[in-house]
């Protein structure tokens, strides 16, 4: 299985609500990534967790909220988003860097999210 | 921290002509450099990467070449097909421990007419 499943495909939330976005990999990698997307643009990284622990935050605003509950998962909790949020959100997962394993990191099909 | 710069930011070819895409970056420590394609609504799928100990990377009808020395790399596209049409991203990364963190380029929009 070397699939990434992203939930839900499509959100549509107000200012004031509180949602959550999940991603889940069943490949045993341990490197777990979530990245936003605005239209016309490249992927934008936000945060990485390696075994389990946030390794990289770029400096991304508190209204965003990353978990890791277990190796296999990932959740982003929205809270108090504002408009310019709305974009693709992209969920990727990697193993490596060993020589012997792929250094490919496998992205999720995203959730695109509208902030109204 | 590195940065990737990617050119032409639009292309359009002929079914059947070549497609180049060129990158450079600014890290000398980078050493894994993926090209995803992205269709409209889908998500990034990588179709070739190179590691910096390898010059050259051929699939197919696609290759990949690396110069470390002036830090580019190029994706060759031969036979371009309509289902070629998409964005292409160049990245570059290095390894930290346990994890990669890729820096894309800003995408070519690649239009094949048949």
């Known amino acids: 299985d070397t699939e990434v499943t992203q939930t839900p495909k499509h959100l549509v939330m107000g200012m004031t609500n509180k949602k959550s976005l999940k991603c889940e990999q069943h490949?045993?990698?341990?490197?777990m990534y979530w990245y936003k997307q605005k239209a016309k643009k490249p992927p934008e990284l936000m945060f990485v967790y390696s075994y389990e622990k946030l390794s990289i935050n770029e400096s991304v605003p508190s209204r965003f909220s990353p978990e890791c509950p277990n190796s296999s998962l990932l959740n982003l909790h929205l809270h108090a988003l504002q408009p310019e949020d709305s974009a693709l959100y992209l969920c990727?997962?990697?193993?490596?860097?060993?020589?012997?394993?792929?250094?490919?990191?496998?992205f999720g099909p995203g959730t695109r999210l509208t902030v109204t | 921290g590195e940065n990737v710069e990617q050119h032409p930011s639009t292309l359009s070819v002929q079914e059947g002509d070549s497609a180049v895409i060129k990158c450079t970056y600014s890290?000398?420590?980078?050493?894994?450099f993926p090209w995803y394609k992205q269709e409209l609504g889908k998500r990034p799928q990588l179709i070739i990467d190179?590691?910096?100990?390898?010059g050259e990377k051929k699939d197919q009808r696609i290759a990949v070449t690396l110069n470390k020395t002036a830090k580019h790399f190029s994706l060759h596209i031969t036979e371009t097909q309509p289902e070629d049409s998409a964005v292409y991203f160049c990245?570059?990364?290095?390894?930290?421990?346990?994890?990669?963190?890729?820096?894309f380029g800003t995408g070519t929009r690649l239009l094949v007419s048949p």
């Open positions: 990727a997962s990697s193993s490596g860097p060993r020589v012997d394993q792929s250094y490919e990191q496998y």
């Open positions: 190179i590691r910096s100990n390898v």
């Open positions: 490949m045993g990698h341990r490197a």
């Open positions: 890290d000398s420590a980078s050493n894994y």
């Open positions: 990245a570059a990364s290095k390894w930290n421990t346990g994890f990669q963190k890729l820096v």
